[in-house]
Nanobody
Framework: VQLQASGGGLVHPGGSLRLSCAASGFTLGHYAIGWFRQAPGKEREGISCMSSVDGSTHYADSVKGRFTISRDNAKNTGYLQMSSLKVEDTADYYC??????????????????????WGKGTQVTVSS
């Protein structure tokens, strides 16, 4: 079982990046896809989730209107399109397979049982 986030990098404020989350060893389509981030010195926070049941999407207030989550079950991959990036978006970004029951909640808090599989992170740096 493996999840790997990719697509991070250095971008100027106002720029865009698209993160990918490739799953192997299991069917990502059976789970919600969650995106999380952890900035230096801060706790990990959930920023977006997409249900596999009905395709509903949820966003933290800090990214709402700027980030878009999507998935391609045929490719066993999830995505996070990030636009209008700000310096405060700088963090390590992680994807995860999340229980669908928790999908709406993880953008508020991360319940202990919410994440089934964690992926390895990718670093995003927003700097001028």
């Amino acid at each position: 079982v493996q999840l790997q986030a990719s697509g991070g990098g250095l971008v100027h404020p106002g720029g865009s990046l698209r993160l990918s989350c490739a799953a192997s060893g299991f069917t990502l389509g059976h789970y919600a896809i969650g995106w999380f981030r952890q900035a230096p010195g801060k706790e990990r926070e959930g920023i977006s989730c997409m249900s596999s049941v009905d395709g509903s999407t949820h966003y933290a207030d800090s990214v709402k209107g700027r980030f878009t989550i999507s998935r391609d079950n045929a490719k066993n991959t999830g995505y996070l399109q990030m636009s209008s990036l700000k310096v405060e978006d700088t963090a390590d970004y992680y994807c995860a397979a999340v229980g669908n029951y928790w999908c709406e909640e993880i953008v508020v808090r991360i319940p202990e049982d919410a994440v089934v599989y964690w992926g390895k992170g990718t670093q995003v740096t927003v700097s001028s």
